[in-house]
């Protein structure tokens, strides 16, 4: 009887001793796995992020990292704003005076976390012509504008999808209109700076593309001159004036960059 408890307690203890073993095992085989899931998960944002370096990806799925992050060393091509060049003055006598719209199309590159460059081009051309009777054309005025852009962004803080951004910034633009008989010019020059948000698209799968908002302060000089025939009328401006202008809803018309990287 006695030799039988013995033997029955030597095969408890070694059920026991394998459960535990067994156990430890398993818990050693999960931790596995979930380092593989989590190895393989990294070769996918590695593999989904074409261009970004190392460094930058490795960054962006830090703790406390972000998709402007993921973004830093890559070129940026989009949308910068609208702006437009006024050519004529008032009093010039021709329809060919006013506003003429030259939308901003441009680059962006971050060459650090903090510092990035933007680089831009609006240009138009436009003319007309109307026909009162058969054979009988009248050319419109033709009328043209191009604006040079260029700002300084500085990411301020950046968490997820989001960056808060201060971003100083100049415009120059020149601007022409012309009939058979009158010709219109005019010139602006604005520095300023604005603040604002870049919100990547990174919540939905696609960190690569963002939309910035943004409203600011801008020191702007304005001339334009009409030449009717040799006289000659002119005007200038100084002003300083914020980027939303009359109505806050000019943030959307105007204020707003879409860009995306590459």
Do not use: C
């Not at 081009?121 to 109307?130: D, R």
């Not at 009717?228 to 202008?245: D, I």
């Amino acid at each position: 009887m006695k030799n039988a408890k013995q033997r029955t307690a030597a095969v408890s203890a070694g059920l026991i001793g394998f459960l535990v073993a067994a156990t430890g095992y398993a818990q050693e085989a999960e931790t596995t796995a979930e380092a593989n899931a989590e190895a393989n998960a990294d070769a996918r944002v590695g593999l989904g992020l074409p261009g970004a370096t190392p460094a930058a990806t490795a960054a962006a799925r830090a703790p406390g990292g972000s998709d402007h992050d993921a973004v830093v060393g890559r070129l940026a091509v989009g949308y910068l704003g609208r702006s437009s060049v006024t050519v004529g003055a008032a009093g010039g006598g021709d329809t060919g005076q006013g506003a003429v719209a030259a939308p901003v199309i441009g680059i962006r590159y971050w060459l650090n976390r903090d510092l990035g460059l933007d680089l831009g081009l609006g240009f138009a051309y436009e003319s007309s012509s109307s026909e009162t009777d058969p054979g009988a054309e009248t050319d419109g005025p033709s009328r043209w504008a191009m604006i040079l852009h260029g700002g300084v962004p500085l990411a301020l803080a950046s968490s997820g999808h989001f960056v808060f951004e201060v971003v100083p910034e100049a415009n120059i633009g020149f601007g022409g209109a012309s009939t058979d008989a009158v010709d219109h010019s005019g010139f602006l020059l604005d520095l300023g700076a604005r603040a604002g948000a870049e919100i990547h698209f990174g919540f939905v799968g696609l960190p690569e593309l963002s939309l910035q908002g943004s409203v600011g302060v801008l020191f702007g000089l304005a001339s334009a001159s009409t030449d009717a025939g040799g006289l000659e009328t002119s005007r200038s401006s100084v002003g300083f004036r914020t980027t939303v202008y009359d109505s806050p809803w000019n943030i959307f018309s105007s204020n707003v960059a879409a860009l995306y990287y590459f």
